[in-house]
């Protein structure tokens, strides 16, 4: 009889245990069966687990290239329209794909722009560059912001090398949490956020339920995960809660300074995508 040489046996049984375990799956998921009614009821009290009756996931066709927006996205800028938006004065400056913050002297003031249709919990993608080359420093070079439903900001600064106070640097919830790190690319080159935004939930009397939360991802980097924000937003003081509706337009703002921006869209967010830890109201 060959002997199996040394090594060789141990391996010869693991590949047996392969095999047998994939046997074993294919008993299992027999074809043509797409589930199990004789599993146990999931929280919920809706499902099985692996019910073959739970709805397949809605198909949705993502972009063909990274951070273009999916089929069921709606485009807030595509480079060549600024219908979806208002400004407080007067249009942004579009030109060459991008839009841009018109200076001061042109717009007659403070020009924030503000999204026609309103959203509550949102998926949001923007792009922004900083202008270049930068001048200024600290809070005045390249500032702006999303401040969603009008009154939650992330805030938008030029980030490199540009020294600043922690919780107003670019990717801070503005006035309370500086980003976990700095990623910024340098003036001048796009920069991309992608955040997920989830609206308070106010009580019927007025009262805070659950907070705000958002993640953002400032070039691919996460700067923030599922931070609680702590209210409308406010420059040298703590924000706080007061009720409001469920949607809100999303805001981008003027701080008087030439930020550009393109490819911004949103997916508006299903009730499931929240957490499920309030009842009723809270919901
Ligand atoms: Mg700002």
């Not at 560059?129 to 009154?151: A, C, E, H, L, V």
């Not at 980030?159 to 700095?182: C, H, I, R």
């Not at 691919?220 to 009720?243: C, D, E, F, P």
């Amino acid at each position: 009889m060959k002997r199996i040489p040394k090594g060789m046996a141990g391996k010869g049984a693991a590949l047996a245990a392969t095999l047998l375990a994939g046997t074993l799956a294919q008993a299992q998921d027999k074809p043509g069966k797409l589930g199990f009614k004789d599993t146990p009821i999931l929280p919920g009290g809706q499902w099985h687990v692996h019910d073959p009756d739970r709805p397949a996931p809605t198909v949705v066709t993502p972009a063909a290239s990274p951070g273009g927006a999916p089929s069921d996205a709606i485009i807030l800028f595509d480079g060549k329209s600024l219908d979806a938006w208002r400004g407080e004065r007067g249009p942004w400056t579009l030109d060459k794909g991008a839009m841009t913050i018109p200076p001061r002297a042109k717009s007659g003031g403070e020009n924030n722009l503000i999204s026609k249709q309103e959203f509550g919990d949102v998926q949001l993608h923007l792009e922004f560059r900083s202008p270049n080359p930068p001048t200024k420093s600290s809070q005045d070079r390249g500032n702006s912001g999303i401040w969603f439903m009008q009154r939650y900001e992330v805030q938008i600064l030029d980030g490199y090398q540009n020294a600043t106070y922690a919780d107003g640097a670019v990717g801070a919830v503005y006035a309370w949490k500086p980003p976990l790190v700095n990623p910024s690319r340098k003036p001048g080159e796009w920069q991309s956020y992608d955040i997920v935004f989830e609206r308070p939930r106010f009580a019927s009397n007025g009262s805070l339920m659950r907070p705000a939360y958002v993640t953002v991802l400032l070039n691919g980097v996460l700067v923030q995960n599922h931070q609680a924000m702590l209210g409308t937003t406010k420059w040298r003081s703590i924000g706080q809660y007061q009720a409001h509706g469920d949607t809100a337009p999303i805001q981008l703002q003027d701080h008087d300074s030439p930020v550009s921006f393109r490819n911004i869209w949103v997916r508006p967010l299903p009730q499931e995508a929240i957490a499920q830890d309030l009842k009723g109201d809270g919901r």
